[in-house]
């Protein structure tokens, strides 16, 4: 007859015990990590203007000075100033 004490003591070995290889002189583990998949970009623009607003106004910024520097002159939204510098 098996006890109860002995399965639940078990079953917390079997959740504590991590998933390795092992094999030579080191054992490896597995880490787990996520990557962003961009699926709906309005949908996260939206959620970025309310919750990071700041941010995005910078990485536009970028954008833009980057689209004027190429060349580009009519962007919407953008005002373009005029710097003279000597060289």
């Given amino acids: 007859m098996i006890c109860c004490w002995s399965t639940s003591r ?3 070995r079997a959740e504590q015990d991590r998933a390795a290889a092992r094999g030579g002189a080191r054992a490896t583990t597995l880490r787990t ?3 962003a998949e961009l699926t ?3 949908a996260f623009a939206r959620w970025a203007w309310e ?3 700041d941010e995005l106004i910078g990485h ?3 954008m833009a000075e980057r689209r004027t520097a190429a060349g580009f ?3 919407p939204g953008v005002t373009l ?3 003279r510098k000597a060289i």
């Fill in 10 to 12: 078990a079953a917390h």
């Fill in 33 to 35: 990590t996520y990557r």
């Fill in 40 to 42: 709906d970009p309005r």
């Fill in 51 to 53: 919750n990071a607003h």
């Fill in 60 to 62: 536009l910024t970028t």
């Fill in 73 to 75: 002159r009519d962007l």
């Fill in 81 to 83: 100033r005029e710097d």
